[in-house]
T-cell receptor, first 112, second 118 residues
Framework: GQQVMQIPQYQHVQEGEDFTTYCNSS?????IQWYKQRPGGHPVFLIQ?????EVKKQKRLTFQFGEAKKNSSLHITATQTTDVGTYFC????????????FGKGTHLIIHP | GAVVSQHPSRVICKSGTSVKIECRSL??????MFWYRQFPKQSLMLMAT?????????EQGVEKDKFLINHASLTLSTLTVTSAHPEDSSFYIC??????????????FGNGTRLTVT
């Protein structure tokens, strides 16, 4: 079956520093989604990537989908305290509901 | 936008009792709902996939007789924690996908249920 790895599990940064989390799949993906969960809250959909090599930006957030559609990254420029939370990817490899795989998430901790 | 309502938000129960958690899609129909468990400062752990009108698919290591899932309608899935013990204390959260969308469409999450077993 599909193997998914999301790294790092935890990331401590000083406010203003950049942050990146990565998701890697052992199989080619149909698409990938990114979600953010604030402490004490529920996950909220951020973005979906579909095309090979796709890059999308949301203000300070940049999302990339690898050329081989097996990996993706989320990069935050100049982190702010509001960026605190867990970021996780949801990968879809096709084949109906069985093709859905959840990354374990990256906890972003920001120090003022 | 699509709203998923999860109830109760918090519940405290005694060891040995059962607790039912409801997950409702308020403004859309959901053929598939997902149930997760999350320990403090840990990531979401997918427990099972709930399919309307059929048996749930459980992830490896999740006891189906312990965590009963029923998806009786297109807008409601329930998770029952049977014979709860303190180690079942956790944050349980559900998500749903609009019936009219594809399998790879974004998920809508409920607000979660904080279960404490004393």
């Amino acid at each position: 079956g599909q193997q998914v790895m999301q790294i790092p599990q935890y990331q401590h940064v000083q406010e203003g520093e950049d942050f990146t989390t990565y998701c890697n799949s052992s199989t080619t993906l149909s698409n990938i989604q990114w979600y953010k969960q604030r402490p004490g809250g529920h996950p909220v959909f951020l973005i979906q990537l579909v095309k090979s090599g796709e890059v999308k930006k949301q203000k300070r957030l940049t999302f990339q989908f690898g050329e081989a559609k097996k990996n993706s990254s989320l990069h935050i420029t100049a982190t702010q305290t509001t960026d605190v939370g867990t970021y996780f990817c949801v990968m879809y490899s096709g084949g109906g509901a069985d093709g859905l795989t959840f990354g374990k998430g990256t906890h972003l901790i920001i120090h003022p | 936008g699509a709203v998923v309502s999860q109830h109760p938000s918090r519940v405290i129960c005694k060891s040995g009792t059962s607790v039912k958690i409801e997950c409702r899609s308020l403004d859309f129909q959901a053929t598939t709902m997902f149930w997760y468990r999350q320990f403090p400062k840990q990531s979401l752990m997918l427990m099972a996939t709930s399919n309307e009108g059929s048996k749930a698919t459980y992830e490896q290591g999740v006891e189906k007789d312990k965590f009963l899932i029923n998806h009786a309608s297109l807008t409601l899935s329930t998770l029952t924690v049977t014979s709860a013990h303190p180690e079942d204390s956790s944050f349980y959260i559900c998500s749903a996908r609009d019936r009219g969308t594809k399998f790879d469409s974004p998920l809508h999450f409920g607000n979660g249920t904080r279960l404490t077993v004393t």
